[in-house]
C-alpha cells in the first residue's frame, strides 16, 4: 500500500514536471482565443465551400471580434468514388472525401504563416432511391464539412499557442 502511494506520488511530480498548459488559457484575453478573433475567412468556392466557411465563421467568430490580422485561404478538394459493385455492375457504396488545403496569411505582410492540410472520409450506401441516396451524400458533406473546420480550427489554435507573444 505504501509503496503504491510513493509511486502515485512520483508519477504526479512527473506529470507537473512535463510542462503540459491548456491550450486555450487566458480565456478570451489568451493568445490563442485573440489569434483566433483575428482571422477572416476569405471566400470559399462550392457548396461544400459555401459549408465549410460557415463553420470556420462560426467557430473563429464563437472567440470574438477582433481586427483582422490574418486570413485565411481555403482550398477544397470533393470526391466521391463507387466502391461496392454488384454483379450487375451497379455500385452499392460510395466514399465521399473531403480535403482542405489552407493558408493563413499575416495580411500587414502578405507572409503566409501556416500552410497546412485537413480532410476527412465518409461512407454512404446507395440505396434504390435516388433521393435517398442524395440526402445521404449531402448529409455526408455537412459532416465532412464539420470535421475538417474542426481540424483547421485545432490547428490554428496549436499555431497560435506556439507563436511568439509579440503576434
Not at 500500500?1 to 489568451?30: E, I, K
Request: proline share 2%.
Amino acid at each position: 500500500m505504501t509503496r503504491g502511494l510513493a509511486l502515485l506520488v512520483l508519477a504526479g511530480f512527473a506529470v507537473t514536471g512535463c510542462q503540459l498548459q491548456p491550450l486555450y488559457a487566458g480565456g478570451s484575453t489568451g493568445p490563442v482565443a485573440t489569434t483566433l478573433s483575428s482571422v477572416t475567412v476569405a471566400p470559399i468556392e462550392g457548396q461544400v465551400g459555401w459549408l465549410v466557411f460557415n463553420k470556420l465563421k462560426d467557430r473563429l467568430a464563437a472567440s470574438g471580434a477582433g481586427e483582422a490580422r490574418y486570413r485565411l485561404n481555403v482550398e477544397l478538394d470533393d470526391d466521391i468514388v463507387g466502391l461496392g459493385i454488384r454483379g450487375d455492375r451497379a455500385v452499392t457504396r460510395e466514399r465521399r472525401s473531403l480535403r482542405a488545403r489552407y493558408q493563413l496569411v499575416d495580411t500587414s505582410t502578405g507572409a503566409v504563416v501556416l500552410d497546412a492540410t485537413a480532410g476527412s472520409d465518409a461512407g454512404i450506401d446507395v440505396v434504390s432511391s435516388e433521393y435517398a441516396t442524395v440526402a445521404a451524400e449531402q448529409t455526408a458533406a455537412e459532416r465532412l464539412s464539420e470535421a475538417v473546420a474542426d481540424q483547421i480550427v485545432a490547428r490554428l489554435s496549436v499555431y497560435a499557442s506556439r507563436a511568439p507573444a509579440a503576434q
